[in-house]
């Protein structure tokens, strides 16, 4: 079991920027790949990002975030960040970090545990 909790939400301005995190406890959190996604109200839930097991050495972004948002790992803190740079409006959402062992990084059936999530507000 993964326990995960995420922290570093808020309110910001159209083309500020913001850094998520997400940490984790229990199982052997280096193993797992982990991924960031969101869900805006009336929304189904969005594949942001993810990065690979092991020190992710592989990451992953959805086109709408490709270029803005970096996600990144640290092993020996077992946790993992999303940065979130020129964000937008529509990047409102209640943002989720998952735990996954394995399957296409971008569903959400193939992550095993979820944070309770955080919110993102970006006013224009």
């Known amino acids: 079991q993964v326990q995960l909790v995420e922290s570093g939400g808020g309110l910001v301005q159209a083309g500020g920027s913001l850094r998520l995190s997400c940490a984790a406890s229990?199982?052997?959190?280096?193993?797992?790949?982990i991924g960031w996604f969101r869900q805006a109200p009336d929304k189904d839930r969005e594949y942001v990002a993810a990065i690979s097991a092991m020190s992710g050495g592989l990451r992953e972004y959805a086109e709408s975030v490709n270029g803005r948002f970096t996600i990144s790992r640290d092993d020996e803190k077992n946790m993992v960040y999303l940065q979130m740079d020129s964000l937008k409006p529509e990047d409102t959402a209640v943002y989720y970090c998952?735990?996954?062992?394995?399957?296409?990084?971008?569903?959400?059936?193939?992550?095993?545990?979820w944070g309770q999530g955080v919110q993102v507000t970006v006013s224009s």
């Open positions: 998952a735990a996954s062992i394995g399957g296409t990084w971008r569903l959400t059936k193939n992550y095993n545990f």
């Open positions: 229990g199982g052997t959190f280096c193993h797992y790949i």
